[in-house]
């Protein structure tokens, strides 16, 4: 862990003030990820600016019928909260799923959407990564890659390779509830909606958001369509708790008579993002449950997946995952 | 006579331990301490050429920074790092010289004010090295497979048995038969406590030493001999260890880092790894074990081959018993086994709960079930068909076995009768539902030890050895063996163990140290026992003055007449008479070799487990789990059953999660933290149901205990992965078994 000097600011202006003017500067909230990070001399920030004290918190109800989850209510508040668990149940599922009790005590809303890979590469100083040392090469493409992305990599370049996946189960869910983040930095406020907030690898794979130096994330706003009624979280893993998603699947329908009006399908664990295909969404819109094939949704969700040797198994593990998701949140799924 | 011994009870140290009142290496302190931090290599093979130590030392706040060009001179012979579990061969030694032959090997030490500067100036050390290829594959090298050397290791290791019969023509003949491959990965012990020396250097020069290690005076030799110091200027004390699982068998590196660093320095200095580094040196070996067996028609297993080979590094030959069990299990008459080992680039593989025996039993257990499938008998039925008295490779008989015993109470308590015989005839809607089970089976040993008695002048009995409690429950079974042997009230004894300076005791492993330590314990009590009554007939008015020693008996802190216990001298009034000093004695206890050596002597478990198993994605639980043991004599029920369900867990884990992964390009383990590197949680424990049959043996040694530590992990494995079997019919011979084998 490198020296680094630490300050405390008290509201939200001062402490995106802070970060412009510190070069290297990070903000802390829950430090779940970074203090790690830190230790392993991954990151190396040289001024660390805690915002726990900023107030973000609250979870409350926007004009709009939606809710707004400030950006400090941890992971655990939000998922046991009386309104996020009875309109959102999808997203309280989806962070139940992640991590343990301990970190999601800790654990920002905020924080867990800026969480970075677990690729084993990338938290080893001692192997290449070009997310952490761009232009090193890419130790998971020809090695242990068994928790790797198999969509939207970036493979060709050996200096910009990165199969690596986001990590997060809260995110996942927030991109099927098509969550819009609210941010601030030195030019005031904006929104970005969760699609365009995290990114693939591409030519620059150190970057994992679209977020720009010096703003901070204040809330995510949730819609008012929650998918209270149909919804699913599938996370598939090598142990019944505190494992990374190897496959995840969050689903939300809008069933009417028994035709599905809307359909939203996110994936976990497969891309350096929350994984989204609109035309396989499309193909739901209209149905009756009973007519829809849930099957090819899944084959066109996966279309274009790519497996590198350990992970090449999750292209089917995905697809099976999507039509249990389905099934689960049409109840349509056989009894077990 | 026996008011504790059976008895259940609470760990006598579990206060201490959960009050954080227990303290371990790490938490140990000095004046003026300094602080280690290890920097290890990221090349498996090659040379450094340079080391930019002038920088790290700019920083402020280092005092220094060992590297191979720095270090004193130090023992030149193998011999001096030989400790008590070392291997054939020539043992690694940190800081030897430019060559690195392991990814993640310590090359230097930075030594700082504080920890945190210590680790940041590792962070700067940079190390510029020529590679060499490396071979870190077991599998790309099975050819090079060969013997291992033979050593002082090998009189406790034995080799593979003698064939016996004719395997060939028996197999060939066999109108049933089975062959598999087996594969089982590396696995790291991965304690809860890392590893930790805090070295305090005393005024006089001489060094006390707090390690993590499971036996105090195995590293006190190791520095001893090391260092060119000694014996008596070495003190090594390890009270506590936050579990070891055989990591703590041999002094780890940074054991001789902080040596180093204090003799150098002349001050105190404490070395604690991380997490990350706990995957930095030995390991559970790769292995991959080809077995055949072969039946007649009734369903008599008539021939059994079992071949292993396994890495080792290239500096020590490492081996494990893994072929040896069939013949304590199966009465076949034609077997052939051998045993090869490979070296690679790698650190020398380690000792790890169970060794070999969670290798060999489960893939043997394994092809036994898919034998009794492949003649359509029930996997019990088929067992106690081919049940067998005697070890058949020794021809010798048990000194007790009630494996047949765990079959009936296991199955029952399990409800075996209930289950289908059909794989995958159990469902409910995508899950599947599989009901396996198998055999465990571990040696029963005794080694030599010694333990002091002391009764003090206000009448309580202290005893220490110098043994270790790496969780087992030592602490606790010695004191109620100590207080029954004196008939003291458990609240008057103290037991102490973890320092150097104790009455010798050997590293604790194998399942031995209740039987070992045990009997010392006994017998220091017993002699302690004799000289209180001698000296109670020399009191005045004695009551025994003309009493021989068979009439009397301890009890209630009294000597007592066995024929009127109302006469009656206390053990206070006793040591009243020595002149204000308290009685001790020390003995020595060694087994029965004369006696033992006629017999086989192990635990035996049946192990019977449920699974659960989606169909679509080849996620595994195990929702139910019963273990039948025959251990001989329960010491005490709760921490036993504590041992078997440990056991029971990690069987679990080994079967369907754990598993050091390591990146051949870099010949480097990958999943180096307890995120990666999987595990069972909570969340994949079910119910688990531990049964102690009742075994009566008065061959094994004096207390009639064969020891837990090893029998709850040997058959897990494959009870699970026979259970994974009848669930989906299919048989994955390689662990863990993770969703994907199953897809």
């Keep these: 862990m490198n020296r680094f000097s630490y300050s405390r600011p008290g509201n939200v202006d001062t402490a995106v003030g802070e970060l412009t003017r510190h070069e290297g500067a990070k903000f802390i909230a829950g430090g779940t990820n970074l203090l790690d990070l830190m230790k392993e001399n991954v990151e190396r920030p040289n001024h660390l600016i805690d915002i726990n004290h900023l107030a973000l918190k609250t979870i409350e109800d926007t004009e709009d019928g939606g809710l707004r989850l400030g950006a400090l209510a941890t992971n ?84 910009t390779r990165c199969i690596a996946t986001h990590p997060s189960d809260m995110a996942v869910a927030l991109a099927a509830l098509e969550a819009i983040i609210r941010v601030t930095g030195p030019n005031g406020e904006r929104t970005v909606p969760i699609a365009d907030f995290h990114r693939l690898p591409g ?116 697809k099976r995952a999507i039509v249990r998701a389905l099934q689960r949140a049409a109840k349509t799924e056989t009894e077990s | 006579m026996t008011k504790y011994i059976g008895k259940s009870m609470s760990r006598v140290d579990g206060v201490a331990k959960v ?86 090997q310590p090359i230097a030490l930075v030594v700082a004010e504080t920890f945190e500067i210590a680790r940041y100036a590792a962070s700067l050390v940079k190390v510029e090295y020529e590679q060499e290829d490396h071979d870190t594959a077991l599998e790309h090298n099975l050819h090079r497979g060969r013997g291992p050397k033979s050593g002082v290791a090998s009189l406790l290791k034995s080799p593979p048995p003698k064939p016996r019969g004719d395997f060939e023509k028996a197999f060939q003949a066999a109108p049933f038969k089975t062959t598999g491959q087996h594969i089982h990965s590396v696995e790291h012990h991965n304690p809860i406590e890392m590893f930790a020396s805090t070295v305090v250097y005393e005024k006089n020069g001489k060094l006390t030493i707090y390690d993590k290690t499971q036996g105090a005076p195995n590293s006190q030799m190791y ?88 890495e080792t590094s290239r500096f020590e030959d490492y081996f494990e018993i893994v072929v040896n069990w069939s013949g304590m299990l199966y009465p076949a008459e034609n077997t052939k086994s051998t045993y090869d080992l490979v070296p690679l680039d790698v650190f020398t593989p380690l000792d790890m709960r169970a060794p070999g025996g969670v290798t060999g039993v489960p893939a043997l257990e394994m092809e036994i079930d898919e034998l009794a499938h492949k003649i359509g008998m029930d996997p019990i039925e088929f067992r106690l068909k081919n049940y067998t008295e005697k070890d058949m490779d020794q021809d010798l008989p048990f ?71 790496i969780g087992t429950g030592t602490y606790t079974i010695m004191t109620q063996i100590a207080a029954d042997t004196l008939g003291m009230p458990i609240e008057d004894v103290i037991f102490r163990l973890g320092d150097s300076d104790m009455p010798l005791a050997p590293i604790e492993g194998g399942s031995w140290t209740a039987a070992t330590v045990g009997t010392a314990v006994k017998v220091a009590c017993e002699d302690l026992g004799k000289k209180l009554f001698k000296m109670a007939q020399k009191m005045k008015n004695s009551p025994f003055a003309d009493v021989k020693q068979d009439d009397i008996t301890f009890a209630d802190a009294h000597i007592r007449l066995k024929s009127d216990p109302s006469v009656a001298v206390s053990l206070l009034d006793i040591v009243g008479t020595n002149g204000g000093r308290a009685v001790s004695e020390t003995s020595t206890s060694l087994p029965s070799m004369l006696e033992q050596r006629k017999y086989a002597r192990a635990a035996h478990s049946a192990v019977f487990v449920e699974v659960e198993v989606d169909e679509d994605f080849g996620t595994v639980r195990v929702t139910r789990a019963v273990t039948a043991v025959a251990g001989g004599r329960i010491l005490n029920p709760k921490t036993a059953r504590s041992q078997i369900v440990g056991g029971m867990v990690w069987g679990i884990s080994k079967a369907l999660e754990e ?55 040997v058959g897990m494995p494959a009870a699970v992965a026979n259970a994974i079997f009848h669930a989906t019919g299919k048989r994955v011979r390689s662990l863990p078994i993770t969703l994907d084998k199953l897809l």
């Design chain 1, 76 to 159: 655990a508040d939000t998922a046991y909260n009386d309104k996020v668990e009875s309109r959102y149940p999808l997203l309280s599922q989806a962070i139940l799923a992640g991590a343990s009790a301990q970190l999601r005590n800790m654990a920002t809303n905020g924080g867990n959407l800026f969480q970075r890979t677990r690729c084993y590469y990338f938290y080893d100083t001692g192997t290449p990564c070009n997310k952490r040392e761009p232009g090193s090469g890419c130790g998971a493409f020809n090695g242990f890659n068994r928790i790797h992305a198999i969509l939207g990599t970036s493979d060709e370049n050996p200096e």
């Design chain 1, 203 to 318: 030519n620059e794979p150190w970057l994992d958001t679209t977020i720009q130096p010096g703003e901070l994330v204040t809330a995510i706003d949730l819609p008012a369509k929650g998918f209270p009624d149909y919804y699913a979280y599938i996370k598939l893993r090598d142990r019944q708790s505190y494992a990374f998603a190897l496959v995840s699947v969050a689903v939300g329908l809008e069933i009417e008579n028994n035709q599905i009006t809307d359909a939203r399908i996110a994936l976990g664990g497969v891309a350096h993002k929350p994984w989204r295909k609109p035309e396989a969404e499309a193909m739901l819109v209209g149905k009756t449950v009973t007519e829809a094939d849930f099957q090819s949704v899944a084959e066109t969700i996966l279309s274009g997946a790519k497996g590198y040797g350990h992970n090449t198994f999750k292209i089917e593990l995905a």
């Design chain 2, 19 to 104: 009050t954080g009142k227990a303290k371990y290496a790490a938490e140990y302190s000095a004046p003026d301490l300094a602080y280690g931090y290890v920097v290890c290599s990221t090349i498996a093979k090659g040379k450094i050429t340079r080391i930019n130590t002038d920088e790290v030392l700019q920083i402020p706040g280092v005092i220094q920074l060992f590297t191979h060009e720095n270090r004193p001179r130090l023992a030149c012979f193998d011999l001096n790092y030989k400790d008590q579990d070392a291997p054939p061969g020539s043992p690694f030694r940190p800081l030897r010289d430019e060559k690195v032959v392991y990814n993640g």
């Design chain 2, 223 to 310: 520095v001893a001999q090391v260092f060119n110091l000694p014996f008596k200027d070495v003190r090594v004390i390890s009270p506590y260890v936050g579990g070891a699982f055989g990591s703590g068998l041999r002094p780890q590196y940074q054991l001789f880092l902080a040596v180093l660093a204090a003799l150098e320095l002349k001050r105190s200095v404490r070395v604690s790894l991380t997490r990350q580094q706990m995957f930095t040196f030995g390991h559970r070996p790769a292995t991959v074990q080809n077995l055949s067996l072969g039946a007649t028609a009734d369903g008599t297993l008539d021939a059994i081959r079992h071949d292993a080979i396994a």
């Design chain 2, 399 to 469: 000194s007790s076995k009630e494996l047949r015993e765990c079959f009936r109470q296991g199955a029952e308590r399990f409800g075996w009768s209930g289950r289908k015989p059909e794989p995958r005839s159990m469902r409910r809607g995508h899950t599947l539902i599989g009901w396996g089970m198998a055999t465990g089976i571990w040696e029963a040993s005794q080694g030599p030890a010694r333990a002091e008695a002391v009764l003090t002048v206000n009448g309580k009995l202290r005893v220490t050895s110098a043994t270790a409690d």
């Design chain 2, 659 to 713: 598993e050091s992964v390591m990146d051949h390009q870099f010949g480097r383990f990958m999943n180096h933290n307890l995120s990666e590197y999987h595990v069972a949680v909570h969340a994949d424990i079910r119910e688990l149901d531990v049964i102690f049959v009742e075994e009566n043996d008065t061959i094994v040694n004096p207390l009639g205990v064969k020891g837990l530590g090893e029998i709850g992990i």
